[in-house]
């Protein structure tokens, strides 16, 4: 069965252009999550959704982030005037429910240049 | 305090060791808990869940410990192939809904 399919699977951009990622959860997964890892670094949350409501925004670093989801599928995570400390892998994850196993896709890497 | 918390490791070990981990959790009413493990540059894979009764997958135990909020995830016999970081993820019930909370995780490398 299809997991979690995230796109591109890299993007090289210069800063202060704007990137759009895209996230197809596992189909019928209510629950879909976004997060940053940085090199070397743990998983960063950023935002969580559950239908096409995000409950939880805390960790969307600054107004350059946004993301949205519909119906109740894909999402897509929006970074505008990319800087250079945006350079990290981005997850995105989903599960049947906020409190079953998530599943994460092999994530987008961004580089800014 | 953070919500999940994990022996900050690394942990280098010899193959054949035995090597546990300790990951503790603020939230009492957590209900659900998981190891994850993930390799260099790859995504984070479901190892197993962590279930009231403690549990076993082959060399892996992960027991649960709810009167002191913390699991816990031992390696029998360890391989080259466990080299990796472990991550506990426990479930945090606030502002009516439930999500997964990941630990920082804990590195392992296992030497010849």
């Known amino acids: 069965g299809a997991g979690v399919s995230q796109s591109p699977s890299n993007k090289v951009t210069e800063k202060g252009k704007d990137v759009e990622l895209r996230c197809d959860p596992i189909?019928?997964?209510?629950?879909l999550y976004w997060y940053r890892q940085r090199l070397g670094q743990g998983l960063e949350f950023l935002i969580y959704?559950?239908?096409?409501?995000?409950?939880?925004k805390s960790g969307l670093p600054s107004d350059r982030f946004s993301a949205e989801r519909t119906g109740e599928s894909v999402s897509t995570l929006t970074i505008q005037r990319t800087q250079q400390e945006d350079s990290a892998v981005y997850l995105c994850?989903?599960?049947?429910?906020?409190?079953?196993?998530?599943?994460f896709g092999d994530g987008t890497r961004l580089s800014i240049l | 305090r953070k919500e999940v918390e994990q022996d900050p490791g690394p942990f280098n070990v010899p193959e054949g060791a035995t090597v546990a981990f300790n990951c503790t959790y603020s939230?009492?009413?957590?209900?659900?808990f998981f190891w994850y493990r993930q390799d260099c540059r790859k995504e984070p894979k479901l190892l197993m869940s962590v279930y009231s009764s403690g549990n076993e997958d082959g060399r892996f135990t992960a027991q649960l410990n709810r009167a002191s909020q913390y699991i816990s995830l031992l390696i029998r016999d360890s391989k080259l192939s466990d080299s990796a970081t472990y991550l506990c993820?426990?479930?945090?019930?606030?502002?009516?809904?439930?999500?997964?909370?990941f630990g920082a995780g804990t590195r392992l490398a296992v030497h010849p």
């Open positions: 189909s019928g997964h209510t629950a």
């Open positions: 939230n009492s009413a957590s209900q659900s």
């Open positions: 959704f559950q239908g096409n409501s995000a409950p939880d």
């Open positions: 993820v426990v479930n945090s019930f606030s502002g009516g809904y439930n999500k997964l909370i």
């Open positions: 994850a989903s599960s049947f429910a906020g409190n079953q196993p998530q599943h």
